[in-house]
């Protein structure tokens, strides 16, 4: 049953990053591309979520915590960029 | 108990899944970006926590390991969602003119501080290296 959920939920997520690509890619101003990214990001840590879930592991859970710091971190930066020209000032 | 808890743990693996969807969807369908704005902010992050929930009960319950992680990166995220959602809100009031025409006139007078903070801001390098300042 749990792997039935999986399949669903992969191909799910993996149309949602298609769509994350296309917003990327279409998006008509950069703060849209900045949102397609982080929206990226929380699809990508979702599949290393279900990654650890389907193969039974606990390892990929740091790696799902980096990517949403990381991935928090550069959102920030970007929009900071955006606004004042400078990430640190 | 062990089945009940693995349907517990599907069903919130496939709402997690279709919340996910939700929002990647609305931020390709929605016509403009403010409107794209609410789509990836409030529905994946649903989305993710529901998976959290499920990859908890999967782990805890029916595989006895520690489940410390899923409660931090849920925790992180539901925390750091709405601060990336008004930075992107910010910038776009900033890039967008007509987007400021439409804003409602804040109420100390001062205007709004996304719009006065990168000129007057003492710490501004643009002001520091201007010869006025």
């Known amino acids: 049953m749990i792997a039935a959920a999986c399949t669903f939920a992969l191909v799910a997520i993996s149309v949602s990053l298609l769509l994350n690509v296309y917003r990327l890619i279409a998006g008509p101003d950069a703060t849209d591309r900045i949102l397609a990214l982080d929206t990226m990001v929380i699809n990508a840590i979702g599949l290393i979520v279900l990654a650890g879930i389907m193969f039974g592991t606990t390892m990929y859970f740091e790696a799902a915590l980096l990517f949403a710091m990381v991935g928090f971190v550069s959102t920030v930066a970007f929009c900071k960029f955006l606004l004042r020209g400078n990430v640190i000032e | ?133």
């Open chain 2, 1 to 133: 108990m062990a089945t009940l808890l693995e349907f517990a743990s599907a069903a919130f693996i496939v709402i997690g899944g279709v919340f996910l969807f939700v929002g990647s969807f609305g931020l390709a369908k929605l016509p403009d970006t403010m409107r794209r704005l609410h789509a990836p902010t409030k529905a994946t992050t649903l989305g993710i926590g529901s998976l959290l929930i499920a990859s908890l009960i999967y782990f805890v319950a029916l595989r006895h390991a520690a489940g410390i992680h899923e409660i931090l990166i849920t925790l992180f995220l539901f925390l750091t969602a709405p601060v990336s959602a008004i930075m992107i809100a910010k910038a776009h009031i900033f890039r967008h003119s007509d987007v400021q025409r439409t804003l409602s006139p804040d109420a100390g007078g001062s205007g709004w501080a996304t719009l006065n903070a990168a000129s007057d801001d003492p710490r501004s390098v643009d002001s520091a290296a201007s010869p006025k300042a």
